[in-house]
């Protein structure tokens, strides 16, 4: 790292400590309503979709959606009259009008469902986009700066991956399977209104009014308990899944410790959570699928009450049998396709409260980020760029609940060359302090001011990454601007070869094509990339920690934060790294339990019961 990277220092003051309330709307009542909160977040959602950064085909989707829609109602509209000319052409015994019909009806059939096999694909299409424009949305906003460690870190945003790759994907497929139906509902039903009107007069289609404002008031009556299930559902489902995940991850451990029957046990009570509340949901959507059944099919009665009233009257009293059947029939089309979108209308309240729940999930995610950035905003920044320290001025460390105080009155300065290590015994809160120091953690009182772009972590358990040794070696990436052609440049072959040797990893090439069944001559050795998989399996545990070491070693910064990063290598390969490390000009902030570390930094931070702790220099060891 350059100079030329710096930027100013973060500074957390104690007048600013925020400590994050309690969220109150998690478990009221306005969370799950179709209010003005739901309307809120559905607003942001579109705002988002059509925004001028989003791509315009998301636009143009939607109103060529809207387009498509229309005239696939014109054709629809056309198979919906055929039933009517069948009843004149067969009422009259007309053989000669029959075959033409005939042939007309095998094409406007064909041409209907050709226009449902279009839509369909176009909402389809359409939900993909949504939610590659949503999900990059999410990704800029949330895995930028420290927003998604802190919100994991706080914790009060439950399963944010889960938010991300499956609550987005299920709003946007609910949204784009919704959203043609309830643009194209004013126009149709503003047509076939007319159409009642003119066949059974201003009764017809306000008996068709009433039926529908029965049926929107009822289906609203039992939308909220539905929403509020959805959401509890997708939060289950995501702990269900987490705990699928750790018996994935920690398979070795559960088998040394035979603990197969406690992981079963577990999996089977968040099982059970889950279909707990499948079962409530059930039981809610129950309700609503009974009123939306019971709505949907008693429109077929009330259109034929609707004819009922002038055939009764004497309007059609002129007309033969053919032709009242034909006008009968037509009108049974016209009042049912008018109760058939209202009755579309009613069912979208399912389809609705799905996409308020998904809806309350994503955005929940969006607002979390929000709260951190005006946090950040508020806090500002202090400092000169150039001063290149660590320092933290009468500092309390707390846990992230504020519940215990870990260190009191903390103050230290780090500077270039004099490096810090910390001590203490086990539960004191040793790494708490490391993560405060490094900006990760804000005090509950003091300041801290970091150099964050010239700070590299290296972690007790190594983070290996998917792709080539040249990308796990240079690990977080090329620099902004930079292509991954000119880090190639930057960081050349021999380069990389130096730095295998100097952490002891030289024969980790050959290991490589020897696993592969590569070349070991192969100009990609560095370039050929390999799933997290293959390099957990190919990399012990104190490799992977080797791995770490070479990163610093390759990207230079000033300070190196390392939390107990060598504990699964032998003395030997241990002092050969931070002599590397301290050869490379790297100021280093350590945790460690052992003494043989103590020659490789300048002060000591013991932390002690109570808040207490003691700063020393270390003596020059020869």
């Known amino acids: 790292m350059h100079a030329s990277t710096f930027q100013p220092l973060v500074s957390h003051d104690s007048e600013d400590h925020y400590t994050p309330p309690p969220d109150k709307n998690a478990n009221s009542g306005n969370q799950y309503a179709?209010?003005?909160?739901?309307?809120?977040?559905?607003?942001?959602?579109?705002?988002?979709?059509?925004?001028?950064?989003?791509?315009?085909?998301?636009?143009?989707?939607?109103?060529?959606?809207?387009?498509?829609?229309?005239?696939?109602?014109?054709?629809?509209?056309?198979?919906?009259?055929?039933?009517?000319?069948?009843?004149?052409?067969?009422?009259?015994?007309?053989?000669?009008?029959?075959?033409?019909?005939?042939?007309?009806?095998?094409?406007?059939?064909?041409?209907?469902?050709?226009?449902?096999a279009a839509l369909d694909y176009g909402a389809a299409a359409l939900g993909v986009m949504m939610r590659s424009a949503l999900t990059t949305y999410t990704?800029?906003?949330?895995?930028?700066?420290?927003?998604?460690?802190?919100?994991?870190?706080?914790?009060?945003?439950?399963?944010?991956?889960?938010?991300?790759?499956?609550?987005?994907?299920?709003?946007?497929?609910?949204?784009?399977?919704?959203?043609?139906?309830?643009?194209?509902?004013?126009?149709?039903i503003a047509y076939y209104t007319v159409r009642c009107w003119s066949m059974a007069g201003p009764l017809g289609p306000l008996a068709i009014y009433v039926y529908f404002v029965a049926g929107a008031l009822c289906t609203r009556?039992?939308?909220?308990?539905?929403?509020?299930?959805?959401?509890?559902q997708e939060r289950e489902e995501g702990n269900f899944r987490f705990q699928?995940?750790?018996?994935?991850?920690?398979?070795?451990?559960?088998?040394?410790?035979?603990?197969?029957?406690?992981?079963?046990?577990?999996?089977?009570?968040?099982?059970?959570?889950?279909?707990?509340?499948?079962?409530?949901?059930?039981?809610?959507?129950f309700w609503l699928g009974l009123i939306t059944q019971v709505f949907s099919y008693l429109g077929a009665t009330v259109s034929y009450a609707i004819i009922a009233v002038p055939i009764f009257l004497g309007k059609y009293d002129a007309k033969t049998g053919s032709e009242l059947s034909s006008i009968i029939s037509m009108n049974a089309f016209v009042s049912m396709y008018l109760i058939y979108r209202f009755s579309v209308v009613i069912e979208q309240a399912k389809k609705l409260s799905?996409?308020?729940?998904?809806?309350?999930?994503?955005?929940?995610?969006?607002?979390?980020?929000?709260?951190?950035?005006?946090?950040?905003?508020?806090?500002g920044e202090e400092g000169d760029e150039d001063d290149m320290r660590i320092v933290?001025?009468?500092?309390?460390?707390?846990?992230?609940?504020?519940?215990?105080?870990?260190?009191?009155?903390?103050?230290?300065?780090?500077?270039?060359?004099?490096?810090?290590?910390?001590?203490?015994?086990?539960?004191?809160?040793?790494?708490?302090?490391l993560r405060t120091l490094c900006g990760l953690w804000r005090p509950a009182a003091g300041s801290v001011r970091v150099p964050r772009h010239e700070l590299f972590f290296l972690p007790q358990a190594a983070y290996i990454?998917?792709?080539?040794?040249?990308?796990?070696?240079?690990?977080?990436?090329?620099?902004?601007?930079?292509?991954?052609?000119?880090?190639?440049?930057?960081?050349?072959?021999?380069?990389?070869?130096?730095?295998?040797?100097?952490?002891?990893?030289?024969?980790?090439?050959?290991?490589?094509?020897s696993a592969t069944g590569a070349s070991a001559a192969d100009h990609l050795a560095y370039d050929r990339p390999y799933p997290v998989s293959f390099w957990l399996k190919v990399l012990s545990p104190g490799e992977q920690q080797k791995v770490s070491a070479a990163r610093a070693l390759f990207w230079r910064p000033r300070f190196a934060i390392l939390d107990e990063c060598t504990s699964a290598l032998d003395s030997a390969a241990e002092a050969s790294i931070y002599q590397a490390l301290v050869d490379a000009g790297i100021t280093l902030v350590s945790v460690s339990h052992r003494q043989s570390l103590l020659k490789y930094h300048h002060m000591r931070l013991d932390l002690l019961p109570q808040g207490q702790y003691s700063l020393t220099p270390i003596p020059a060891i020869a």
């Open 221 to 232: 009556a039992v939308m909220p308990p539905i929403i509020r299930r959805v959401y509890q």
């Open 465 to 513: 990454v998917s792709g080539s040794l040249r990308e796990q070696l240079s690990y977080p990436g090329h620099q902004r601007g930079q292509s991954s052609g000119s880090l190639a440049r930057v960081c050349g072959d021999a380069d990389l070869a130096r730095l295998l040797s100097a952490v002891g990893l030289a024969q980790l090439v050959g290991r490589i094509t």
């Open 354 to 379: 799905d996409i308020a729940g998904y809806t309350a999930r994503v955005v929940q995610l969006w607002e979390e980020v929000d709260r951190i950035e005006d946090m950040e905003h508020n806090l």
């Open 34 to 116: 179709v209010g003005m909160l739901m309307l809120r977040r559905l607003y942001r959602i579109f705002a988002v979709l059509l925004a001028s950064r989003t791509p315009r085909r998301i636009g143009l989707g939607c109103g060529a959606l809207l387009v498509g829609k229309l005239a696939a109602e014109v054709v629809f509209y056309y198979a919906g009259r055929l039933p009517s000319e069948f009843y004149k052409v067969l009422g009259d015994k007309d053989l000669k009008a029959f075959f033409p019909l005939l042939l007309r009806c095998m094409a406007v059939v064909a041409a209907a469902g050709t226009a449902r």
């Open 244 to 285: 699928e995940i750790r018996i994935t991850e920690f398979a070795e451990s559960i088998a040394f410790f035979a603990g197969e029957d406690r992981e079963r046990t577990a999996a089977d009570a968040a099982l059970g959570r889950v279909i707990g509340v499948q079962h409530a949901l059930l039981r809610k959507q």
């Open 139 to 188: 990704h800029k906003r949330y895995i930028r700066g420290r927003a998604f460690y802190e919100t994991i870190a706080r914790g009060t945003v439950d399963n944010p991956d889960q938010r991300i790759t499956q609550d987005i994907e299920r709003l946007s497929s609910s949204m784009a399977t919704i959203l043609p139906e309830l643009l194209i509902a004013p126009f149709l």
């Open 392 to 433: 933290a001025e009468n500092v309390t460390v707390s846990t992230p609940s504020g519940e215990q105080v870990l260190v009191s009155a903390l103050t230290v300065d780090v500077v270039i060359g004099r490096s810090l290590l910390i001590t203490g015994p086990n539960g004191v809160g040793k790494t708490s302090v």
